[in-house]
T-cell receptor, first 112, second 111 residues
Framework: SAVISQKPSRDICQRGTSLTIQCQVDSQVTMMFWYRQQPGQSLTLIATANQGSEATYESGFVIDKFPISRPNLTFSTLTVSNMSPEDSSIYLC?????????FGPGTRLTVT | DAKTTQPTSMDCAEGRAANLPCNHSTISGNEYVYWYRQIHSQGPQYIIHGLKNNETNEMASLIITEDRKSSTLILPHATLRDTAVYYCIVRADTNAGKSTFGDGTTLTVKP
């Protein structure tokens, strides 16, 4: 099974600033996925990150707000830009191997 | 992906079997049934998946009805550590990694 780590595990940020979240996987994967979980809510897919191409964003999410990098097959970053309190959420990185989807521990972001 | 319907919450006594139902009446022929759980403050954990046959692994069993319109996740001997939100997801292979999470079932295992 894939092991996923994320940094930071949590952060408190001021509105208007940006935060970059890192995701590291212990194996090479073609696609990595970024999810958001707002307080008391279920998970929502933000985007799919393929190595060597631009990320594909789901409806309601745009590259200017959530730029993603995918420099190699084991690493990705998600930036939350120009943050507002509504961006306070847990952000999770995910990969899938042979029908089994694995999630990182999440980054808990609080925007004040 | 097909929509799923799950009860909001369930209780189960420790040591007893927990049976979590899921309705997916609009499931397509190429869509799999996946189950995940999320223990408080952790990332979701994959449990099991199936297409049409019943499946069993070290964590749970998945029973899918013959018409595939519903399924049941069975935790054979629930422990307090099984208290979590359980998500039933229906998804095609072509949407690997793109899971649509509903509200899930909050299972509380009681001593």
């Amino acid at each position: 099974s894939a092991v996923i780590s994320q940094k930071p595990s949590r952060d408190i940020c001021q509105r208007g600033t940006s935060l970059t979240i890192q995701c590291q996987v212990d194996s090479q994967v073609t696609m990595m996925f970024w999810y958001r979980q707002q307080p008391g809510q279920s998970l929502t897919l933000i985007a799919t990150a393929n190595q060597g191409s631009e990320a594909t964003y789901e409806s309601g999410f745009v590259i200017d707000k959530f730029p993603i990098s995918r420099p190699n097959l084991t690493f990705s970053t998600l930036t939350v830009s120009n943050m507002s309190p509504e961006d306070s959420s847990i952000y999770l990185c995910s990969v899938e191997e042979l029908h089994e989807q694995y999630f990182g521990p999440g980054t808990r972001l609080t925007v004040t | 992906d097909a929509k799923t319907t799950q009860p909001t919450s369930m209780d189960c006594a420790e040591g007893r079997a927990a049976n979590l139902p899921c309705n997916h009446s609009t499931i397509s022929g190429n869509e799999y049934v996946y189950w995940y759980r999320q223990i408080h403050s952790q990332g979701p954990q994959y449990i099991i998946h199936g297409l049409k046959n019943n499946e069993t692994n070290e964590m749970a069993s998945l029973i899918i009805t013959e018409d595939r319109k519903s399924s049941t996740l069975i935790l054979p001997h629930a422990t307090l550590r099984d208290t979590a939100v359980y998500y039933c997801i229906v998804r095609a292979d072509t949407n690997a990694g793109k899971s649509t999470f509903g509200d899930g079932t909050t299972l509380t295992v009681k001593p």
